[in-house]
């Protein structure tokens, strides 16, 4: 059978979702691999379902190849390729998973290398805290000279945050998503799949176009980002929510969990605290735990440079940062208020706090301690 043909019967699987799944592939091997599958009689098919007890799917293979043929026209209008499990470019680490898919759909760059994979994940609903967290922990690396590949899923919270990161940060971001390619989920994250597709990263999905977008689709789409990675941060979580599902399927698959904890108090962060409390995952706190736990071998380091202290330690800045501890969120006028530090100053202090990770800027010209 012709490269077209091969293409088109990979692609006409995906039509049968539960078939699309790497616990079948002994149903294909039975008949000589997946487009083997398609030329077989029905007598034979049908006595190799029941062989294989799958008497509850209907093989419906002419009309599984007349569907995968109108995708292919949607996947050339869109620029979707199809990788199947045993191509070189298939995601390594998720390959071994026995429950990978067969093939899946991808966007932009998918390649096989040696560069090191971690997932990040997370609430939807993260706070401001949460976020700079993740953008903190990306920025370092990168400026430690390390490259991973970070994968996500492009939903609110964490995940965007993980991605915009990697795109201020020149780091790639591999996205995988509950849907077919032709669309993205939330469609305001749509400027960022471009950029990360601008940026030598990838869209990769195991549904076709033509799949319709159900709620399982996302939690079925975990065990692809737990599957890819060769170890999985939890940068704040719930109790309860698709990071923590993600969290022990990829304990399933002997990956390297990891969290970062919260205060008690902190319902998002709950989830973390429980996953580090029951071992399940190992505690972060900064770029040095993530490479400890790793084991990254140190990368060379450039010319010393030596730093200027531009914003020397002064007695303003001990009272702007023993009002905060007591106070809490404020805004610049509040701070002023309470400090008696003019605008100005202050200004220039809380600046100079922010650059060196004691106070984050929140939404309304308000500043927290980190």
């Known amino acids: 059978m012709n490269h077209e043909n091969s293409v088109l019967t990979r692609v006409a699987i995906t039509m049968a979702p539960r078939l699309n799944n ?4 002994p149903l294909f091997q039975q008949c000589g691999g997946i487009s083997s599958f398609f030329e077989e009689t029905d007598r034979n098919i049908e006595a190799l379902f029941r ?18 043929e109108q995708e292919l026209e949607i996947m050339e209008k869109h620029h979707i390729q199809a990788c199947g499990i045993e191509d070189s470019n298939y995601p390594r680490l998720l390959k071994h998973c026995e429950d990978a898919p067969l093939v899946l759909f991808y966007k932009g760059t998918l390649e096989d290398s040696d ?20 953008d903190t922990l990306l920025q370092e690396l990168a400026q430690m000279g390390y490259r991973p590949n970070i994968i996500s899923g ?27 390619l032709h669309m993205i989920y939330p469609a305001s994250h749509k400027n ?11 869209l990769i999905s195991e549904f076709p176009t033509c799949a319709q977008v159900l709620p399982t689709n996302f ?33 399933s698959y002997s990956r390297e969990v990891m969290a970062i904890p919260g205060r008690p108090e902190d319902t998002t962060f709950a989830g973390c605290n429980l996953l580090i409390k029951q071992n399940i995952a190992t505690l972060v706190e900064n770029v040095k735990d993530l490479l400890r736990i790793l ?27 023993e009002t905060l501890t007591k106070a809490g969120e404020q805004n610049i006028d509040q701070l002023h208020q309470l400090t ?8 220039v202090l809380l600046l100079k706090l922010e650059l060196e990770g004691h106070v984050m800027q929140l939404p309304g010209n308000c500043y927290t301690l980190i």
């Open 22 to 25: 790497a616990l079948f592939a």
């Open 51 to 68: 062989r294989n007890n799958l008497m509850n799917i209907q093989p419906e293979r002419s009309r599984w190849l007349q569907m995968a």
């Open 115 to 134: 560069t090191k994979n971690i997932a990040i994940v997370g609430t939807r609903k993260a706070t401001e805290v949460g976020k700079k967290r993740v």
């Open 154 to 180: 492009l939903a609110y919270g964490i995940d965007i945050a993980a991605h915009t990161a990697c795109v201020h940060y020149g780091l790639k971001a591999q996205a995988v998503l509950g849907h077919g």
């Open 192 to 202: 960022m799949a471009e950029k990360i597709l601008d940026q030598g990263g990838t």
């Open 219 to 251: 939690l079925q789409r975990n065990r692809i980002v737990a599957g890819m990675s060769e170890a999985i941060l939890v940068a704040e979580s719930p109790i309860k929510g698709g990071a923590m599902s993600t969290a022990r399927q990829a304990l």
């Open 295 to 321: 084991n990254w071998s140190p990368l060379p380091t450039g010319p010393y440079q030596m730093s200027l202290d531009l914003f020397p330690e002064s007695d303003d800045e001990t009272r702007l940062i």
């Open 340 to 347: 008696r530090i003019p605008v100005h100053d202050l200004s």
